[in-house]
């Protein structure tokens, strides 16, 4: 059974710094990993898929990098601003998506 | 094109009654699910669908009923409302495995409240 696991739980600090998100999950037997941002009372909004076959993916400020043999994604975010404030969720899998509980950002200004 | 529609966007419901939070996809997506999100919980699987006529269960199916008649229809049936099924629920699709890349979309919610 997949279990996902993201670190730290919650992270706030000041506007301006490069952000490392991680993930981790126990079964590596996916061919996609998505990472999804929700705002408090929205939907999910997906950020970044990454197949199986590539290594990162890159969208604007953000890079999302997979390495399946040892079960771990991360989350770059480059210099972070007020409008990242928001819960960034890692969805490791192909339809059975299981989630992880989160990353809670808050950006200072 | 819509994407992914759920509707009510809000419902309270008594303990006991039940009800049926439709959702809708217009991408000719085979796979879709429902999540519920509590707090502290994160999201959790309902129940899944992988193509019309063809369901399954997920991590937490109990209380829980869906059928898929058709490809753009995804339906959840609570049939004894308890106040444990307050909860933001959420319906996704994605396009079938053999199609790349295999990405999920989400409906906006529905927040159901049982008192």
């Known amino acids: 059974k997949q279990e996902v696991t993201q670190i730290p739980a919650a992270l706030s600090v000041p506007e301006g710094e490069n952000l490392v998100l991680n993930c981790s999950f126990t079964?590596?037997?996916?061919?996609?990993l998505q990472w999804f941002r929700q705002d408090p009372g929205k939907g999910l909004t997906s950020l970044l898929l990454?197949?199986?076959?590539?290594r990162e993916q890159t969208s604007g400020r953000l890079n999302a990098s997979l390495d399946k043999s040892s079960g771990r994604s991360t989350l770059y975010i480059a210099a972070s601003q007020p409008g990242d404030s928001a819960t960034y969720l890692c969805?490791?899998?192909?339809?059975?998506?299981?989630f992880g509980k989160g990353t809670r950002l808050h950006i200072l200004p | 094109n819509a994407g992914v529609t759920q509707t009510p966007k809000f419902q309270v419901l008594k303990t006991g009654q039940s009800m049926t939070l439709q959702c809708a996809q217009d991408?000719?997506?085979?796979?879709m699910s429902w999540y519920r999100q509590d707090p502290g919980m994160g999201l959790r699987l309902i129940h899944y669908s992988v193509g019309a006529g063809i369901t399954d269960q997920g991590e937490v199916p109990n209380g829980y009923n869906v059928s898929r008649s058709t490809t753009e229809d995804f339906p959840l049936r609570l049939l004894s409302a308890a106040p444990s099924q307050t909860s933001v629920y959420f319906c996704a699709s994605s396009p079938p495995l053999r199609t790349r890349p295999y990405e999920q979309y989400f409906g906006p919610g529905t927040r159901l409240t049982v008192t």
């Open positions: 991408m000719n997506h085979e796979y």
């Open positions: 969805a490791p899998g192909d339809d059975k998506i299981i």
């Open positions: 079964d590596s037997a996916i061919y996609n």
């Open positions: 990454i197949q199986s076959s590539q």
